[in-house]
């Protein structure tokens, strides 16, 4: 299994351990995270965040376990705190001799003088469970441990502070919390050893990112009792958490197998952040509705720590998520379970948290949904499963020209198509303070409009394919006439590139049309999308703009620099970072498609390759072995939002595998002698 080694400024210092992440899923929706150096300083940290309703109801039940060693008289804390005094104790990562990710898995060495102890943490895949085992690779003596958990039972968005008594009921080497009448008993045990009840509240935790975030940033934590046991060199010793009557043994051996899997059909040349990418990938495809993937359905978690599945981000990921790596049964899912949620033409933008029926407020979801599935069929050659869903979409069709939610309706008079009401935000530019929208786009937005033009492209191909040659000439009338009027339409003169947004409430006059100019990256898709929507000058021209007023080394700007309203850096509480959100950020899973775009402009593969370098270099940094969410729009472009998102990692692992692939074909097709034919 590869292994992803850190630095040693990444981990010795205060600076560094507390602000480096690590991140375990188990294929439910439920996580374990936190910092390489132990200190919570997110309310989102935990060993032990189960998802109780998969990918949905999740409750942080174990925040930490924290661990003193006593070796040779002498006694050595491990763990890391930080409270809302600011008081940092104890200060562990100063032991810290080593970190890597193997695989996912995160792996502690730890230097107590002439002792090494190992410390690895995995969640067991399906389960609402989770390992820490703790191994003495040398000692010239038996090693003590003490470890403290410390526990809590609340959702996953919220603070606790002590207030009750949590039930314990303990064992010899484990104990059993039930936090209050009604709530999910968990199991806390350890597979030798012994358990020492002795409960108590330990208080005011800071969590340092939250207060950055402008949000409550303390809370409260249970300790249970505490777990003794000793090892000698070559030892191990496995703790386990569990939200499950029966927990999953630890079997780091089955958790290795299953993540080798994940990596066996890539090539052996495949460079070695590319695969860590795959088992990153691995960590947004969840089951929804139970236990097993496979017999309730497929979903994608949109990012954590904080996100749930959204159709929009789901749609967006699923080709890198499950194509790319060659996961097409889940992809088939994915597809199935969000076709099976259609209304009205429209795919849910969100599943709430709890009970609540699905949300329908986004008019990108629905035409993402035709990338994905022409994806799927391109990667498989499923075309029953197209059969399948092809009614669905017929009907979405319909219902986008003569009109559904929100003011989504073709307009009659070129083809184009038109969303957006007041007060409510329908594209992936959604952020929203309060009753104020940031960045509406209502009228023709030019990305809805590149996808608009995409869905009928495909289902002309499909109808055609089905003998349906009545909707097949009349998917390919209302593609030509979009096609037509987008590029009469959308294509700025004066700045050679695309408008933004056309025929909404605001903007300048031109030609008898109000027209948006800001320079934003939305009209990469009219390139990248690949249905020639533009002319070979104005596909050029657009990829420069982008290039040179957007690009960074790892995404896009949301808008650019000398705009009035660029933000150049993400940061306050929640109202100033949502007016900042898509004024400039840098959004990394923008950075895929711009790739295929300057490739197709430019023919030059290794150079469009070599632009994904820089998300390359972040997976050694913030989350360790993934992507994050966005990053600010001024260099040196620091690592914001979700610390791991899922179109950030599939939108990356997508565009390099189109492109090697067109590397690839492009050696071989020089390999091959020109030969002449004669008559």
Known sequence: MDRLALGRPAFST????????????????????????????????????????????????VAKADTLVRYRGATHALACNEFSDRTIAPHGYQRLAAFHLEGTIPVWTYAIGDALLE?????????????????????????????????????YHAHSRGSRAFGVQAGNSA???TAFEGARPYTLSLDRGQFRAESDWHWNFHHRVEAERGLDSDEDLFRPGTFHAELSPGETLTLTMSAEPQPAPPSLREEMARQSALLSALPATTPAWVRQLTLAADQFLVARGGGNATATGTTVIAGYPWFGDWGRDTMIALPGLALATGRHAEAASILRTYASHLSQGMLPNRFPDGNEPPEYNTVDATLWYFHALAEYYAATKDLALVRELYPGLCDIIDWHQRGTRFGIQVDPADGLLRAGESGVQLTWMDAKVGDWVVTPRTGKAVEIN?????????????????????????????????????????????????????????GELVNGRRVDSSMRPNQLFAVSLGTDLLQPDQRRAVVDACSTLLLTPLGLRSLEAAHPAYVANYRGGPQERDASYHQGTVWSWLLGPFAIAHQRVYGNTAHSLALLDGVAAHLAEACIG??????????????????????????????????????????NDRKVPHVRRHG
Not at 46 to 55: D, F, Q, R, T
Request: charged fraction near 15%.
């Open 14 to 61: 205060e600076a560094g351990a507390l602000s480096t992440e690590w991140l375990l899923t188990n294929g439910l929706g439920g996580f374990a995270s936190g910092t390489v150096g132990q200190a919570n300083t997110r309310r989102y940290h935990g060993l032990l965040v189960a998802s109780l309703k998969p990918p949905l109801e999740r409750v942080l039940m």
């Open 626 to 667: 993934t992507i994050s969410e966005i990053f600010d729009g001024a260099a040196p472009h620091a690592a914001r939002g979700c610390y791991a998102q899922a179109w950030s990692v599939a939108e990356t692992l997508r565009a390099w595998h189109r492109l090697n692939g067109a590397q690839t074909q492009q050696l």
């Open 175 to 177: 104990c059993t919390i």
């Open 119 to 155: 410390i690895r943490i995995w969640m067991a895949h399906g389960h609402n469970t989770t390992h820490v085992q703790y191994r003495l690779l040398q000692a010239a003596t038996a090693l003590g441990l003490e470890i403290t958990p410390l526990c809590t039972y609340r959702d």
């Open 450 to 506: 590149a996808l608009w033009h995409y869905a009928l492209v495909q289902m002309q191909a499909w109808a055609r394919k089905f003998a349906d040659h009545a909707a097949s000439r009349r998917f390919g009338a209302a593609a030509r006439t979009a096609a037509d009027s987008f590029r009469a339409a959308f294509w700025c003169e004066t700045r050679s590139c695309l408008y933004d947004v056309i025929d909404g409430p605001d």
